[in-house]
Structure formats: structure tokens, C-alpha cells
T-cell receptor
Framework: AQSVTQLGSHVSVSEGALVLLRCNYS??????LFWYVQYPNQGLQLLLK??????LVKGINGFEAEFKKSETSFHLTKPSAHMSDAAEYFCAVSEDNQGGKLIFGQGTELSVKP | DAGVTQSPTHLIKTRGQHVTLRCSPISGHKSVSWYQQVLGQGPQFIFQ???????GRGNFPDRFSARQFPNYSSELNVNALLLGDSALYLC?????????????FGPGTRLTVL
């Protein structure tokens, strides 16, 4: 069965520091992986997705993620945090044999200190 | 172009009542999915519809039902509301129903059950 684990429910970084949000997945078939961001009282916005092309995926707002099959990981990074990056981040997995069903992790709240 | 729209934005109901939530997908999108997001957790998949047919159902009781109309808009119905149904209900649309399709989320409907 599919599952997603996000390590750390809350991550705090200083402005300008590296952002690293961890995501590990479990899937019985090659997965599709997604990172979404959610600002307070809003819906989810797609940051980036992995759909079996390049393993290093670049997204919006300077974020990128690397698919590592051997580690079943899809960690999200950004070289330099900005105050506007403060939000909730969700990693999600889907499989072709499950249709468009997205399985989400529990989320990581990112705080950015000035 | 308009994104995914949902109505109403907020809703307060009492236990035992019935509620209908509505979703209009992005123009050209034929798939609509519904998710429940309880405070502090990641979204959980409820239903997916494609071309008016149910393509997937999550682990929710039969009190939850949905349908998709010829114009691809969708309704989520919940009967006999329980306190635990209080959540943000998110609708997402995509071009197709397979796992690699990007899902675009609406702003959600906040349901409070008293």
C-alpha cells in the first residue's frame, strides 16, 4: 500500500539558510511524487512533481527535489529561505493503478526567522 | 482563466444534518477529486470522478457520496453529520484520471459541525 512519511512536523530556519524538508514514500510500483504548499486558509499549490523523467526536479519559487529510488526518498530543498516561504508543505504519492488518488504525508510547517 | 472554484467557503451545520458542497473544475478538465483535511493533518482522498463515472473511493463511510455533472462540475454530499466531519473539504481537478496528472486544488470549503 502507498504511504508517505514526512520527517519533522515543524522545521525552523533563518532567512537565507538552506531549506530541507524530508519525505519518504512506500509504493509497490513506480510512483509519481508531488510536493504541495499550503498557505493559511488556502488550498494547495503544486511546487513540483516527479513523473519518471529526470530524477532532479525543479519547481516554482526556487524549490527542487531529488527522487532517490534506493532510499525511497523525495526530499524538498531550497538553497536560500525567504520569509514568504513560511507555510505548510505536503509530500504526496500516486500510482497509475490507483488512478489520480493522492496519498499525502502529515505535512511539515516551515517557519522562517528574520 | 479561472481556477477551481468551490462553494460555499464556510458552512456551519449541526449534528445529524445533511450538507452539499459544490466544485467547478478548470475549463477543459474532466476529472474531479474530493479530499478531507482535518486540522493539523494532510488531506485524505474521498472520491475521484472522471467523465461522470466514479474512478476511486477512499476509506469513508457511506454517508459520503458524490456525483459529477455533464459540465464536469461536482457535488459532495454528506448525510447524518458527525462532529468528526468538521474539516476543510478540498476539490481538485485534472485533465485525466491517471496518477501522473497534476491536480489543481480549489480554496476549499470549511465545514464546522456543532
Amino acid at each position: 500500500a502507498q504511504s508517505v512519511t514526512q520527517l519533522g512536523s515543524h522545521v525552523s530556519v533563518s532567512e537565507g539558510a538552506l531549506v530541507l524538508l524530508r519525505c519518504n514514500y512506500s509504493s509497490s510500483v513506480p510512483p509519481y511524487l508531488f510536493w504541495y504548499v499550503q498557505y493559511p486558509n488556502q488550498g494547495l499549490q503544486l511546487l513540483l512533481k516527479y513523473t519518471s523523467a529526470a530524477t532532479l526536479v525543479k519547481g516554482i519559487n526556487g524549490f527542487e527535489a531529488e527522487f532517490k529510488k534506493s532510499e525511497t526518498s523525495f526530499h524538498l530543498t531550497k538553497p536560500s529561505a525567504h520569509m514568504s516561504d513560511a507555510a505548510e508543505y505536503f509530500c504526496a504519492v500516486s500510482e497509475d493503478n490507483q488512478g489520480g488518488k493522492l496519498i499525502f504525508g502529515q505535512g511539515t510547517e516551515l517557519s522562517v526567522k528574520p | 482563466d479561472a481556477g477551481v472554484t468551490q462553494s460555499p467557503t464556510h458552512l456551519i451545520k449541526t449534528r445529524g444534518q445533511h450538507v452539499t458542497l459544490r466544485c467547478s473544475p478548470i475549463s477543459g478538465h474532466k476529472s474531479v477529486s474530493w479530499y478531507q483535511q482535518v486540522l493539523g493533518q494532510g488531506p485524505q482522498f474521498i472520491f475521484q470522478y472522471y467523465e461522470k463515472e466514479e474512478r476511486g473511493r477512499g476509506n469513508f463511510p457511506d454517508r459520503f457520496s458524490a456525483r459529477q455533472f455533464p459540465n464536469y462540475s461536482s457535488e459532495l454530499n454528506v448525510n447524518a453529520l458527525l462532529l468528526g466531519d468538521s474539516a476543510l473539504y478540498l476539490c481538485a481537478s485534472s485533465l485525466g484520471y491517471r496518477g501522473n496528472n497534476e491536480q489543481f486544488f480549489g480554496p476549499g470549503t470549511r465545514l464546522t459541525v456543532l
